[in-house]
């Protein structure tokens, strides 16, 4: 893989990582603020990120499941 798109996934998972660890805390302290948006702002991270057209050929479409 070019070190373009190492760097790529690399910030990419960074940004998903710390996402979910933001919005545990922040619904273990509210629980009505995080669970109604929770799994719609995790797929539209990985349709941001992840799923993106120009990286399809290297990267498989996988669907995140919650």
Do not use: G, K
Request: proline residues 9%.
């Amino acid at each position: 893989m070019p070190l373009n798109e190492v760097c790529f996934l690399f910030i990419n998972f960074f940004i998903l990582a710390h996402t979910l660890i933001i919005s545990y805390f922040i619904h273990l302290s509210s629980r009505y603020f995080v669970h109604p948006y929770f799994p719609f702002f995790t797929l539209l991270l990985h349709h941001i990120f992840v799923a993106s057209p120009s990286h399809f050929r290297t990267i498989p479409p996988v669907i995140i499941r919650i």
